[in-house]
């Protein structure tokens, strides 16, 4: 009896250890890494360029402008790749917005990229939240490429006034954290 006990417990603690070792080695999950990988490396890693590459954009509401003169003309611009049907661009968008609002004086510049998306659905989204910082649509993949393509959503690039791309956040950025990265790029 003790014996089959202790090997109940041993096969239970196997399958406790397994299960984390199990996703580790996921196929989804490497790729994920590989992807992060890349993402986060502004040092020249194959397909993400370390400046931000030269863009004409147009915003939802017909405006155009450079993203080089947009980084010219501010200290720091955030670069937001989001989607209206991203449940984490979702919860992130509203304190963008505030943050936005809070630092637009400050040489801080916003831009949110609505990538696989519809243009009304961005429009809607934009509206009803009432957001106030530019969007544009990238419905033909040309700006997540220029980047060397955006693969997860939301992803967050901060670029200084150099057009050069000085961090990049995969994934939820909470407000906190967002604000921190704000503070330490606007200081150096």
Not at 91 to 109: C, L, S, T, W
Not at 136 to 161: C, E, M, S, Y
Request: with cysteine; aromatic share 10%.
């Amino acid at each position: 009896m003790v014996v089959a006990g202790g090997f109940l417990i041993g096969a239970i603690l196997f399958a406790q250890l397994a299960n984390p070792i199990h996703r580790v080695f996921d196929p989804l999950q490497v790729e994920r890494f590989v992807s992060i990988k890349q993402l986060f490396s502004v040092r020249g890693l194959e397909g993400v360029p370390t400046k931000a590459p030269d863009l004409t954009i147009t915003t939802i509401k017909g405006k155009q402008f450079t993203l080089r003169e947009l980084c010219g003309q501010n200290q720091l611009v955030v670069v937001n790749f989001w989607a209206s049907w991203c449940r984490p661009c979702i919860e992130e968008m509203p304190h963008f917005d505030k943050i936005h609002r809070a630092y637009q004086n400050n040489g801080v510049a916003f831009l949110g990229i609505a990538t696989k998306d519809s243009p009304s659905a961005v429009r809607k989204f934009v509206a009803q939240k009432e957001i106030s910082y530019k969007i544009a649509l990238d419905d033909q993949d040309r700006i997540t490429t220029a980047f060397g393509g955006v693969k997860v959503l939301p992803t967050t690039i901060f670029i200084d006034n150099q057009n050069n791309i000085v961090r990049i956040h995969k994934g939820y950025l909470a407000q906190e954290r967002l604000e921190e990265n704000l503070r330490n790029l606007l200081s150096k």
